[in-house]
């Protein structure tokens, strides 16, 4: 039985056998052409596929406006610039685009950047008009704080209180997408419910930087032409920020791990040396964490330059402090600037690798005495370098705990 099951099943095969023999015979019949032909067509779908392109139409613009400058020929910084200006639109456009090394890091960033609001009126302009026109100021501070809001501590509220310690009558503006929020106006009410001037109010980089070097160098950025490289963005665009907030506005320009002693009232153009050379007598690097000018002041217009031209986002302190050096030893001696360098006792009285002994309690050496006397009489502040103290506590009876108890408003809230 089980022999006669395999004969009925060879039997039903046997036609679909003759079947594909049937289609193979037919298929070698066919002449070599139509192969040919027909693997012709398969490889040209193939590189179609491969290499066509879909690409999304532009919206058509216009080139970006070049600066306008001759309205101050007469300025001898414009008679002898030191370096040359910008390249035109057509040339900065073409340049190659460099890609960052770390696009991750960035990513937000430049997202953030890109979907920045587009209005007729800037609505920074007009609450910036509004506040200063409303408030009748003394002296105008400004800082920035591009980080997130959590990061906003103690030492950042209390460099607030020792600003308003020594400059009630000051108005004090901080530039800040983070702090121009609900819980930003929450942590600034002390001040405002006790008459201090303060604001926050997020940045319109469009606007803050239209018309200066910093214009050209921003577009390239959002368009992907510059490499943010590894230093913070964030950093960098505080850099330049603090530059041309005084250049449009004029006032001081404050970090906010900066502690203020006292009054600013009678500085004017200043700029203070970090590092000073005993033997030449003369400073070594400068510090742009303090800075102090009037409104179109040359010497800012020269930092913006520099910022746009040589900008690297792959070296710390390129685009800050080095940046505020370079161009100032660059100029120095040539007439039509008219700005002071300040020795380092006046904001920079401990470097960073000498802060760690102004949080200490006990070690009362020879050294520190002869600091802690030095800062009583010349400093106008003292920088904490975050980057190198943040994490260390403020112990009872150090030089840092008697600035608090000295500088403080809020003390016995």
């Not at 596929?49 to 400058?69: A, V, Y």
């Not at 990513?107 to 007009?126: D, I, N, Q």
């Not at 930003?184 to 008459?195: A, R």
């Amino acid at each position: 039985m089980i022999h006669a099951m395999g004969q009925s099943a060879k039997l039903s095969l046997f036609p679909v056998l003759h079947l594909k023999r049937s289609m193979l015979s037919a298929l070698f019949s066919l002449p070599t052409s139509f192969f040919a032909f027909l693997l012709l067509l398969l490889l040209s779908y193939n590189a179609f596929t491969m290499f066509s392109l879909h690409l999304n139409s532009p919206p058509l613009r216009s080139p970006p406006k070049l600066l306008n400058l001759s309205s101050s020929a007469n300025s001898p910084l414009f008679n002898n610039p030191h370096s040359p200006l910008l390249p035109n639109s057509t040339q900065s456009l073409s340049l190659s685009i460099q890609r960052p090394k770390r696009v991750k890091k960035h990513k937000r960033g430049l997202r953030s950047l890109r979907s920045e609001p587009r209005s007729p009126v800037s609505l920074f302009h007009s609450r910036l008009k509004a506040f200063f026109n409303t408030s009748s100021c003394q002296m105008r501070f400004f800082m920035t704080w591009i980080s997130p809001l959590k990061s906003f501590g103690e030492r950042e509220l209390f460099s607030i209180e020792s600003l308003f310690k020594s400059h009630p009558d000051a108005c004090l503006v901080i530039v800040s997408k983070s702090l121009d929020s609900h819980t930003g106006s929450s942590i600034l009410k002390p001040f405002v419910s006790n008459g201090f001037r303060v604001m926050a109010i997020a940045p319109d980089f469009g606007y803050i930087f239209k018309d200066t070097h910093a214009e050209l160098w921003f577009n390239r950025l959002k368009e992907g032409n510059v490499n943010p490289g590894e230093v913070s963005l964030g950093q960098n665009l505080s850099n330049l920020l603090r530059l041309v907030l005084l250049y449009k506005f004029g006032g001081t320009y404050i970090d906010l791990d900066v502690i203020v002693l006292k009054s600013f009232s009678k500085l004017r153009n200043t700029i203070g040396a970090q590092n000073f050379d005993v033997r030449t007598r003369k400073w070594s690097r400068l510090n742009n964490a303090v800075l102090i000018f009037d409104k179109k002041h040359p010497l800012l217009f020269k930092f913006i330059e520099e910022f746009a031209l040589t900008f690297d986002g792959n070296k710390w302190g390129h685009n800050g402090p080095y940046l505020i050096s370079r161009v100032v030893s660059r100029l120095n001696g040539r007439p039509g600037f008219n700005f002071t360098v300040l020795p380092p006792s006046a904001f920079y009285p401990v470097d960073w690798r000498g802060i760690r002994g102004l949080f200490r309690d006990g070690i009362r050496s020879k050294w520190l005495v002869n600091k802690m006397e030095q800062i009583r009489k010349e400093s106008f502040a003292v920088h904490l370098w975050n980057k190198h103290s943040r994490e260390l506590k403020v112990v009872k009876g150090s030089f840092v705990d008697s600035i608090i108890s000295s500088c403080c408003i809020f003390c016995n809230t």
